[in-house]
């Protein structure tokens, strides 16, 4: 069983947290965006109150351990390991309860090169648990908008996990998808499952839009965030995101496996 310290070590070894790639002035782009309530960086998330920049980076500050001075605009910014375990522990006891009654779940990513493993073991521990992993709209176009202009997605599943692919990729049923932010594509499955007659998801577990567009809909939500992605930790701070985990959502595929264990062993999941 990986311990807490050895996976702190981890944490900062591979640049999860400590100093991560995230460059302070994406940060503070993408706080400044927020503020502004560019939809690009809401990502589904209609805020109950105004966050200004300096609002949202004392919030950053509290949630994952960057700088809480507005005068540091450069270099690279910096997730506290012991604000990261504390959420790991959280996300894994909101897998233990959904596991415990045999819920439903929904599990997608938008950042299906880097983390679609991490949650292809989680979908994999929950079915085993007794939890259906629902896979809805399989297929369904889903158009977003890109800084290129629209693009037409599909929305698939890999092992349970959903992502989206360009629709002339050629690439159906293959992997890794493509990298979004958008909370269209949670929106679009979530649809089609009530328009089935269910069921409905107790607990949706992913990133960027899939968390945050299922959180705004009074579904249960957890996952991970980087700093520059505000949205999840005013989520949180309002209630609509019932966990937020501060990593960098960037590094190699395999440096989520410890993660993995860690918290399928603490839900007491792990086979």
């Not at 997730?79 to 929904?106: C, E, H, K, S």
Request: proline share 6%; hydrophobic share 45%.
């Amino acid at each position: 069983m990986l311990t807490r310290r050895a996976l702190r070590a981890h944490l900062l070894d591979v640049r999860l947290a400590g100093v991560v790639a995230t460059s302070r002035e994406v940060s503070l782009r993408s706080y400044r965006l927020f503020a502004a309530r560019d939809p690009r960086v809401l990502i589904g998330i209609d805020p109950e109150r105004d966050w200004g920049p300096r609002e949202l980076l004392a919030l950053m500050a509290e949630r994952c351990g960057v700088s809480a001075d507005p005068r540091r605009t450069a270099g690279q910014d910096v997730i506290d390991p012991d604000r990261t375990l504390a959420a790991l522990d959280a996300f894994a006891d909101r897998l233990a309860a959904v596991a415990q009654r045999r819920g439903p779940v929904l599990l997608g990513t938008g950042h299906p090169h880097r983390l679609l493993g991490f949650y292809v073991a989680l979908a994999e521990a929950l079915s085993a648990a007794g939890c259906a992993v629902l896979t809805p709209a399989q297929g369904r176009r889903v158009d977003i908008t890109t800084r290129f202009g629209l693009r037409t997605y599909n929305l698939d599943y890999v092992r349970g996990v959903a992502l989206v692919r360009e629709a002339d990729s050629g690439r159906a049923g293959g992997e890794p998808g493509a990298h979004t932010h958008s909370p269209l594509p949670v929106r679009t499955a979530l649809a089609a499952a009530a328009e089935a007659g269910g069921p409905l998801p107790d607990l949706v577990i992913g990133d960027h839009g899939w968390a945050c567009g299922a959180g705004q809909l009074g579904f249960e939500a957890i996952g991970p965030a980087d700093t520059d992605d505000p949205a999840l930790f005013v989520g949180e701070a309002e209630g609509t995101v019932s966990v937020a985990v501060p990593l960098d959502d960037a590094v190699r595929s395999e440096y989520y496996r410890p993660l993995t264990r860690y918290v399928l062993n603490r839900a007491c999941l792990s086979r």
